[in-house]
């Protein structure tokens, strides 16, 4: 075990843990933000998407040890009241059926239009394709992202 | 209307007298679950009006959805019929998801796309019955006639004066007022919410990452536990060493539990009773322990390998004696005098439901009580069996639904239930059961592997004289016997063969329809090749034949909405119209009550087949929420597409050889298609929409891909099976 320091959410955060730790196990299981989601483990599916410094990261292959003190940003902290531009389109295009990607499909897209903030469909289908989502709602993902790529 | 079960006058008055002897139950309405009007006040009192309504003295009111959400949105549209006839402003609606109670609520389950099927009356009936009462305590104090007392939008309007109240002005007395026997319904036309586009009730707690799912569950003292289970179907437990994984941090114990059942119901569907267990503190060291157990386990039964699964079924349909299903007319003789035959073959493999959220359930068993919360798709159904295996009565096993990330069938099996909930009264403490995805992919419970083999007669019109079809399936047929072209045809013949199996198997999303749609829509498609016409028009033959002068008496679907679907989806796509570099294909099922045809448009692109639009009309009867609707519909249509390309679960020696999503393929983002939904406006009452769509989707895929390439697609997952004749004969 060991003492971290972390940056989470704007705020300072201490956890005692073992240093191989996931972010996403650090952030579930000790910080009690469980919005961050397990899909996979082998950062396969994209569930547990956070940022790391404004980067899209995959928490559950990312121990903590190499978080040392980079912002991260969970789905709990990306804006104060679900009004971040992504956020307001997932809404507007009623976007989850199940809801358990979402967390993950939108901070990949948050980070994603942060970098490129005006991309083409074609950029847009390859940057989401590492989210899965089993419910098979993309198609409302893609127009969502349009959506709040006019309005940032 | 009569009351029905749920709605009952015993239950009515058990809430009504309680109500009216002052039970009011607190509630923080802003952990509620809707984006409800935030500029409200906070209620101070509520009532409640029947099992589903209760209303706040300001005006406020929850709606319970009683059924499981797994994201059919079920949460939105079932107290939105019951707001309807409430006639109750949509914002002022908080909803919550019920629990388990078999009292209150008829067939808590989300299944076979029939929560709103058969839920339709019965909601209906909540909110009319709820009105009607909320009149009558206006009428009492305004001294006027029922018939006076109007509503809308949670007001009650007195037609002689104008005067208006709340509804919460007079939920008290409309609570202990006798209930109606028979309240008058709505007319369609007078609808004001249902058909309309409404969003998702948890979608603002989804988009922020809101605690909602089984996972997201924790309780103070709980331990985490996680499971081994045999490597292989056909393998039990031969010995295990947990030392080392006993002395890491964290670690409680490590033991085996044994869950199997005595007489087992459906749902109690499992292949690995006997479990290790790793109960510690925080999930990382559980799994990590997990990994340091060392297990033994020896082979009882055969050990199975897909390409044996493969030589079974091709056995099945050439060489076993099948179970004729259905019989009309005579079909050896009509094949023989045909002009043409066209005779073609079909597989498909098992299939893992992998739901998002893997399998997990929290249990706290002590003597006298057992508590689940989770996801769970059949929450009655596993409270059987929990009162079962601990010895307890129905009130002392209760379970909270949680939202379901995901469902596809896989949750209506509460193994995992089981399992929490023996483990849990083993160590004696609150337990949360997590299942990695490994475990979750390779526990079974699988869409079955299938195969069908289709022979078609044409005269030398060009009319289908004759149609047979055997099918089997490990374990069962996928054949509907009195489906579609059954009805259609003087000569036909189903059979189905079963094989036996050591893999266990479930329902997945549109069971046996996930396969034979594809099936007999490509078929279909290459006998209307063979008869020159249209594929479109083909079909609308058999039809018109279905409806003038239908064959036998069992058809089990209406040809006219068939057709209708048919005609709608020729008329949206512009079909016949030459449109360069596009290939089309077409499709009609019937499945859950609902029509469905699609017409699917693939271009190449670098000298690959790209999907690049689904065409889809719907008939569902009445469209309870369209925006939840559309989304169902494409949900199914990219889930039908992407397993019949994609995915596949494959067995070495009793072993699945995918565990995780790098190597089980899903479709990605980038695979998925435009898509686009129409709706046949009628006024019949509505039926299943969580499955429909996916099925057919698969046969007008297949169609497009062959005028794509001209490469016919009999073998599932398109992108990985040999489509060659000869592995199909031999
Ligand atoms: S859980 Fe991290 S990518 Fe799947
Ligand atoms: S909404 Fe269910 S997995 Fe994406």
Request: charged share 20%.
């Given at each position: 075990?060991?003492?971290?320091?972390?940056?989470?959410?704007?705020?300072?955060?201490?956890?005692?843990?073992?240093?191989?730790?996931?972010?996403?196990?650090?952030?579930?299981?000790?910080?009690?933000?469980v919005?961050?989601?397990?899909?996979?483990?082998?950062?396969?599916?994209?569930?547990?998407t956070?940022?790391?410094?404004?980067?899209a990261?995959?928490?559950?292959?990312?121990?903590?040890?190499?978080?040392?003190d980079?912002?991260?940003?969970?789905?709990?902290?990306?804006?104060?009241?679900?009004?971040?531009?992504?956020?307001?389109a997932?809404?507007?295009?009623?976007?989850?059926?199940?809801?358990?990607?979402?967390?993950?499909?939108?901070?990949?897209?948050?980070?994603?239009?942060?970098k490129?903030p005006?991309?083409?469909?074609?950029?847009?289908?390859?940057?989401?394709?590492?989210?899965?989502?089993?419910?098979?709602?993309?198609t409302?993902?893609?127009?969502?992202?349009?959506?709040?790529?006019?309005?940032? | 209307?009569?009351?029905?079960?749920?709605?009952?006058?015993?239950?009515f008055?058990k809430?009504?007298?309680?109500?009216?002897?002052?039970?009011?139950?607190?509630?923080?309405w802003?952990?509620?679950?809707?984006?409800?009007?935030?500029?409200?006040?906070?209620?101070?009192s509520?009532?409640?009006?029947?099992?589903?309504?209760?209303?706040?003295?300001?005006?406020?009111?929850?709606?319970?959805s009683?059924?499981p959400?797994?994201?059919?949105?079920?949460?939105?549209?079932?107290?939105l019929?019951?707001?309807e006839?409430?006639?109750?402003?949509?914002?002022?609606?908080?909803?919550?998801?019920?629990?388990?109670?078999t009292?209150?609520?008829?067939?808590?389950?989300?299944?076979?796309?029939?929560?709103?099927?058969?839920?339709?009356?019965?909601?209906?009936?909540?909110?009319?019955?709820?009105?009607?009462?909320?009149?009558?305590?206006?009428?009492n104090?305004?001294?006027?006639?029922?018939?006076?007392?109007?509503?809308?939008?949670?007001?009650l309007?007195?037609?002689?004066?104008?005067?208006?109240?709340?509804?919460?002005d007079?939920?008290?007395?409309?609570?202990?007022l006798?209930?109606?026997?028979?309240?008058?319904?709505?007319?369609?036309?007078?609808?004001?919410?249902?058909?309309?586009?409404?969003?998702?009730?948890?979608?603002?707690?989804?988009?922020?990452?809101?605690?909602?799912?089984?996972?997201?569950?924790?309780r103070?003292g709980?331990?985490?536990?996680?499971?081994?289970?045999?490597?292989?179907?056909?393998?039990?437990?031969?010995?295990?060493?947990?030392?080392?994984?006993?002395?890491?941090?964290g670690v409680?114990?490590?033991?085996?539990?044994?869950?199997?059942?005595?007489?087992?119901?459906?749902?109690?569907?499992?292949?690995?009773?006997?479990?290790?267990?790793?109960?510690?503190?925080?999930?990382?060291?559980?799994?990590?322990?997990?990994?340091?157990?060392n297990?033994?386990?020896?082979?009882?039964t055969?050990?199975?390998?897909?390409?044996?699964?493969f030589?079974?079924?091709?056995?099945?349909?050439?060489?076993?004696?099948?179970?004729?299903?259905?019989?009309?007319?005579?079909i050896?003789?009509?094949?023989?005098?045909?002009?043409?035959?066209?005779?073609?073959?079909?597989?498909?493999?098992?299939?893992?439901?992998?739901?998002?959220?893997?399998?997990?359930?929290?249990?706290?068993?002590t003597?006298?009580?057992?508590?689940?919360?989770?996801?769970?798709?059949?929450?009655?159904?596993?409270?059987g069996?929990?009162?079962?295996?601990?010895?307890?009565?129905?009130?002392?096993?209760?379970?909270?639904?949680?939202?379901?990330?995901?469902?596809?069938?896989?949750?209506?099996?509460?193994?995992?239930?089981?399992?929490?909930?023996?483990?849990?009264?083993?160590?004696?403490?609150?337990?949360?059961?997590?299942?990695t995805?490994e475990?979750?992919?390779?526990?079974?419970?699988?869409?079955?592997?299938?195969?069908?083999?289709?022979?078609?007669?044409?005269?030398?019109?060009?009319?289908?004289?004759?149609?047979?079809a055997?099918a089997?399936?490990?374990?069962?047929?996928?054949?509907?016997?009195d489906?579609?072209?059954?009805?259609?045809?003087?000569?036909?013949?189903?059979?189905?063969?079963?094989i036996?199996?050591?893999?266990?198997?479930?329902?997945?999303?549109?069971?046996?329809?996930?396969?034979?749609a594809?099936?007999?829509?490509?078929?279909?498609?290459?006998?209307?090749?063979?008869?020159?016409k249209?594929?479109?028009?083909?079909?609308?033959?058999?039809?018109?034949?279905?409806?003038?002068?239908?064959?036998?008496?069992?058809?089990?679907?209406?040809?006219?909405?068939y057709?209708?679907?048919?005609?709608?989806?020729?008329?949206?796509?512009?079909?016949?119209?030459?449109?360069?570099?596009v290939?089309?294909?077409?499709?009609?099922?019937?499945?859950?009550?609902?029509?469905?045809?699609?017409?699917?448009?693939?271009?190449?692109?670098?000298?690959?087949?790209?999907v690049?639009?689904v065409?889809?009309?719907?008939?569902?009867?009445?469209?309870?929420?369209?925006?939840?609707?559309?989304?169902?519909?494409?949900?199914?249509?990219?889930?039908?597409?992407?397993?019949a390309?994609?995915?596949?679960?494959?067995?070495?020696?009793?072993?699945?050889?995918?565990?995780?999503?790098?190597?089980y393929?899903?479709?990605?983002?980038v695979?998925?298609?435009?898509?686009?939904a129409f709706?046949?406006?009628?006024?019949?009452?509505?039926?299943?929409?969580?499955?429909?769509?996916?099925p057919?989707?698969?046969?007008?895929?297949?169609?497009?891909?062959?005028?794509?390439?001209?490469?016919?697609?009999?073998?599932?997952?398109?992108?990985?099976?040999?489509?060659?004749?000869?592995?199909?004969?031999?």
């Amino acid at each position: 075990m060991a003492v971290f320091n972390l940056n989470v959410n704007g705020k300072k955060r201490k956890v005692d843990v073992d240093p191989d730790t996931p972010m996403l196990w650090v952030l579930r299981d000790h910080l009690n933000l469980v919005g961050t989601k397990f899909g996979c483990g082998i950062a396969q599916c994209g569930a547990c998407t956070i940022h790391a410094d404004g980067n899209a990261i995959r928490s559950c292959s990312t121990p903590i040890s190499a978080v040392g003190d980079m912002e991260i940003v969970t789905i709990e902290g990306l804006s104060p009241n679900g009004n971040h531009p992504v956020q307001e389109a997932w809404i507007e295009h009623d976007v989850p059926q199940c809801g358990y990607c979402q967390a993950g499909q939108i901070m990949n897209a948050a980070a994603f239009l942060k970098k490129n903030p005006n991309p083409s469909k074609e950029e847009i289908t390859s940057a989401m394709s590492g989210n899965i989502c089993r419910c098979g709602t993309y198609t409302r993902i893609n127009a969502a992202i349009q959506t709040a790529s006019k309005k940032s | 209307m009569k009351l029905n079960k749920g709605m009952n006058r015993r239950n009515f008055l058990k809430v009504s007298a309680a109500s009216g002897t002052g039970l009011v139950i607190g509630f923080n309405w802003l952990a509620g679950c809707t984006p409800t009007n935030p500029e409200m006040s906070v209620p101070k009192s509520w009532t409640d009006i029947n099992a589903y309504i209760k209303v706040a003295d300001n005006g406020l009111v929850t709606i319970f959805s009683p059924n499981p959400e797994i994201g059919q949105n079920i949460k939105t549209a079932m107290p939105l019929i019951v707001a309807e006839e409430l006639d109750v402003d949509w914002k002022k609606v908080i909803v919550e998801q019920a629990d388990l109670n078999t009292i209150k609520y008829n067939r808590q389950v989300a299944g076979g796309s029939q929560s709103i099927r058969a839920s339709w009356d019965g909601l209906r009936q909540a909110g009319a019955t709820a009105k009607h009462m909320l009149r009558q305590a206006a009428a009492n104090q305004w001294k006027i006639d029922i018939s006076e007392v109007n509503t809308e939008g949670g007001e009650l309007i007195n037609a002689k004066t104008g005067d208006k109240l709340d509804y919460g002005d007079v939920a008290v007395a409309a609570a202990s007022l006798p209930i109606p026997e028979d309240v008058k319904l709505k007319d369609v036309k007078d609808f004001k919410l249902i058909g309309t586009h409404v969003k998702n009730v948890d979608g603002e707690k989804i988009i922020t990452g809101q605690p909602l799912f089984g996972i997201d569950y924790n309780r103070e003292g709980q331990v985490i536990a996680m499971l081994i289970h045999a490597p292989a179907f056909g393998m039990k437990l031969k010995s295990y060493d947990a030392e080392a994984a006993k002395a890491m941090p964290g670690v409680d114990d490590v033991f085996v539990v044994d869950t199997s059942l005595e007489e087992p119901q459906w749902s109690d569907v499992n292949a690995f009773n006997e479990l290790i267990v790793i109960t510690g503190q925080t999930t990382w060291q559980v799994m990590k322990a997990k990994k340091a157990v060392n297990a033994e386990w020896e082979a009882v039964t055969p050990l199975e390998n897909s390409d044996e699964h493969f030589a079974k079924l091709l056995d099945g349909v050439e060489r076993q004696k099948g179970r004729v299903l259905r019989e009309d007319g005579n079909i050896d003789a009509a094949l023989q005098g045909a002009a043409k035959v066209v005779e073609k073959t079909y597989t498909a493999p098992f299939l893992a439901h992998n739901t998002m959220e893997p399998m997990n359930f929290f249990a706290h068993v002590t003597p006298d009580k057992a508590e689940l919360v989770g996801p769970i798709q059949t929450p009655e159904s596993l409270r059987g069996t929990i009162m079962k295996v601990l010895g307890m009565n129905e009130d002392q096993v209760t379970i909270a639904m949680t939202r379901m990330g995901g469902g596809f069938g896989r949750r209506l099996y509460g193994n995992f239930g089981l399992e929490a909930t023996l483990i849990s009264k083993k160590v004696g403490k609150p337990v949360k059961l997590i299942y990695t995805r490994e475990d979750d992919m390779t526990q079974g419970t699988y869409r079955p592997a299938y195969r069908v083999k289709y022979t078609a007669g044409l005269d030398e019109n060009n009319n289908l004289v004759a149609f047979k079809a055997k099918a089997a399936g490990i374990p069962g047929s996928p054949l509907f016997p009195d489906r579609f072209p059954a009805g259609t045809v003087d000569n036909y013949k189903g059979e189905g063969v079963n094989i036996d199996t050591n893999i266990s198997t479930g329902a997945w999303r549109a069971p046996r329809s996930n396969f034979i749609a594809g099936a007999e829509q490509s078929f279909i498609d290459e006998v209307a090749e063979a008869s020159g016409k249209d594929p479109i028009d083909f079909r609308l033959e058999l039809f018109d034949r279905a409806i003038n002068n239908p064959v036998g008496e069992n058809n089990d679907y209406d040809a006219a909405r068939y057709a209708g679907v048919l005609k709608l989806v020729k008329e949206k796509a512009n079909w016949g119209q030459d449109m360069p570099g596009v290939s089309r294909g077409v499709a009609a099922y019937y499945c859950h009550n609902s029509y469905v045809a699609q017409v699917v448009d693939v271009v190449m692109k670098n000298n690959e087949p790209v999907v690049q639009k689904v065409w889809c009309a719907v008939d569902c009867g009445i469209v309870v929420n369209k925006e939840g609707a559309i989304n169902q519909i494409e949900g199914g249509i990219i889930d039908g597409i992407g397993h019949a390309m994609y995915s596949q679960l494959t067995f070495k020696d009793g072993k699945p050889e995918q565990e995780n999503f790098h190597q089980y393929d899903l479709i990605r983002n980038v695979q998925t298609p435009e898509i686009e939904a129409f709706f046949v406006e009628n006024d019949i009452h509505p039926t299943g929409l969580g499955e429909p769509s996916l099925p057919p989707v698969i046969g007008a895929l297949a169609n497009a891909l062959y005028k794509a390439t001209g490469t016919r697609f009999y073998n599932q997952p398109f992108t990985k099976a040999k489509q060659a004749d000869e592995i199909l004969v031999g």
